[in-house]
């Protein structure tokens, strides 16, 4: 048994002689290292960097615990000046009717607190997400006249937080906001926008808080590819003024302005060009025969109806506005020319009717007088010929005899004279081909067509495109 103990014993002081040794040379080797360090550099000599140490907590870091961040900071001091920059990403759409706009922006402000202020020897500034945001104090800048809005949420909530060391703080997020624009539609379409978008604190007035732009007019940038349909973006710029509220008092204000002017082909395809088509179609029935009542009645009420639709479908898009518009002048003005084309044939109608009454009363009265002899041809035909009226039946009947010019009202009674002697009687008879015929035809037809023309057509040919080309100088002229 003592035989067995002692080597139990000396292999037992062996082990522990050979890890005492191993732990020595562990402790020399990182002695050394850190002897080395001190020799050759003087990066050891700085204080360790607590911003790297993963022990350490934000709260404990930024002393959010040891602050009371409800108030501003330099609370009952001076107002603390908050710097403001904006970029917009996107103008998204305009709306004339309910007299706003969609815009997508980065909003920035930066402000110093020395709250926040901590030591690093390395690190020249901290990023936090949104998560911070709810336990420090941050700008409470809202959009005047803002309709709806929102802090885009995908995949997290776009809110960057940035803290200096010596407490200057950044904060950015990502908004979209439809706002109100007091829009001024008496030029459209031939008008140009103003719309601004409005920042101002909610609750400090200006003895606590100071908004402005950080850079002035650079503080504004845009992205080069904002574009719209409608609208050409020409300027963006930025202004600044105070606001005054009776109950609370004056507050600082910032100003996004920017000026759209609207793309006038659109409308010129759909409304413009329909309108003057209409008009100019309105003018075929100053050709038409004034015999031909369902053709120029048709045309007319067509014409009339679809100038009424096209006003409707203007208006259907466009707010309803208490003044005149420019669109509404030209097609008003449009249909006043249309509806009158409509009139002038109701006129020509009338008068027409008028002119056939006298005449037919001119024909009863010659009747009634005694004419020569006509040798077989009827009385009644006889005083169509001379009243110079004919009928395609009496001009068949006509074929075979000459044209005899008018008798004057002198010579009548002459001829009264001479038919009371049967012997004085004569009748020129002529006997014509087929040719000469067909040739009588052709020419008594186109006196017909220049008799039923009537003088009003003739003038309103003239007047009406003289007019409406007048109007339309006069109205390019001032609204261009």
Same mark, same amino acid.
């Given at each position: ?37 001190? &020799? ?26 040891? &602050? ?162 409608q609208f050409l973006i020409q300027k963006f710029h930025t202004t600044s003024r105070l606001a005054f509220y009776s109950s609370t008092g004056w507050y600082n204000r910032l100003y996004i302005n920017f000026t759209l002017r609207r793309h006038i082909f659109f409308f010129l395809l759909q409304t413009y060009f329909p309108a003057t088509l209409m008009v100019m179609l309105s003018w075929v029935s100053f050709w038409i025969d004034r015999r031909a009542v369902p053709a120029r009645v048709s045309l007319g009420i067509t014409t009339v109806l679809t100038m009424s639709t096209i006003i409707t479908g203007v208006n259907a898009s466009m707010p309803r506005v208490s003044y005149i518009k420019a669109v509404d002048i030209y097609l008003w003005v449009s249909f006043v020319f249309v509806f009158l084309s409509v009139l002038e044939y109701a ?16 024909? %009863? ?19 169509? *010929? ?5 009928? %395609? ?20 009674? %002459? ?8 012997? &004085? ?36 040919? *003239? !007047?009406?495109?003289?007019?409406? !080309?007048?109007?339309?100088? !006069? ?6």
């Amino acid at each position: 048994m003592p035989y067995v103990t002692k080597p139990l014993v000396l292999l037992l002081c062996l082990v522990v002689t050979g890890e005492c040794r191993r732990h020595g040379h562990r402790v020399r080797r990182w002695t050394g290292t850190v002897e080395t360090q001190k &020799h050759g550099t003087s990066l050891a000599k700085k204080p360790p960097d607590v911003t790297k140490s993963r022990k350490m907590k934000t709260e404990h870091l930024l002393q959010v615990d040891d &602050h009371d961040f409800t108030m501003r900071p330099a609370f009952g001091g001076p107002a603390i000046p908050v710097g403001v920059d904006v970029q917009v990403e996107s103008l998204d759409s305009i709306s004339e009717v309910d007299m706003d706009f969609t815009m997508t922006l980065y909003l920035r402000h930066y402000w110093k607190d020395e709250r926040l202020s901590f030591t690093s020897s390395t690190n020249k500034s901290m990023t936090f997400d949104g998560r911070l945001v709810k336990k420090i104090w941050v700008p409470d800048v809202f959009f005047v006249h803002s309709k709806r809005s929102f802090i885009h949420d995908t995949t997290t909530d776009n809110i960057m937080l940035r803290v200096f060391p010596d407490g200057h703080v950044l904060y950015s997020l990502r908004v979209t906001v439809t706002a109100a624009c007091n829009m001024d539609f008496s030029r459209f379409p031939l008008d140009s926008q103003t719309c601004s978008l409005e920042l101002e604190s909610y609750a400090y007035t200006d003895e606590d808080l100071m908004l402005y732009w950080k850079s002035g007019d650079e503080s504004l940038s845009t992205d080069d590819r904002i574009s719209l349909s409608q609208f050409l973006i020409q300027k963006f710029h930025t202004t600044s003024r105070l606001a005054f509220y009776s109950s609370t008092g004056w507050y600082n204000r910032l100003y996004i302005n920017f000026t759209l002017r609207r793309h006038i082909f659109f409308f010129l395809l759909q409304t413009y060009f329909p309108a003057t088509l209409m008009v100019m179609l309105s003018w075929v029935s100053f050709w038409i025969d004034r015999r031909a009542v369902p053709a120029r009645v048709s045309l007319g009420i067509t014409t009339v109806l679809t100038m009424s639709t096209i006003i409707t479908g203007v208006n259907a898009s466009m707010p309803r506005v208490s003044y005149i518009k420019a669109v509404d002048i030209y097609l008003w003005v449009s249909f006043v020319f249309v509806f009158l084309s409509v009139l002038e044939y109701a006129a020509v109608n009338y008068l027409s009717t008028v002119q056939d009454r006298r005449e037919r009363k001119m024909r %009863e009265r010659a009747r009634s007088q005694s004419l020569p002899c006509t040798c077989g041809i009827s009385q009644t035909r006889t005083m169509t *010929m001379l009243d110079g009226t004919y009928s %395609e039946a009496d001009t068949n009947s006509l074929a075979g005899y000459t044209e005899e010019p008018m008798v004057p009202e002198e010579e009548q009674e %002459e001829l009264r004279e001479v038919s009371e002697k049967p012997e &004085h009687m004569v009748v020129h008879l002529s006997v014509s081909s087929e040719s000469t015929t067909t040739k009588k035809k052709k020419s008594l037809r186109t006196l017909n067509i220049i008799q039923n023309t009537h003088a009003i057509d003739k003038y309103s040919r *003239m !007047i009406f495109p003289g007019s409406y !080309i007048f109007f339309n100088l !006069i109205y390019w002229s001032v609204y261009c």
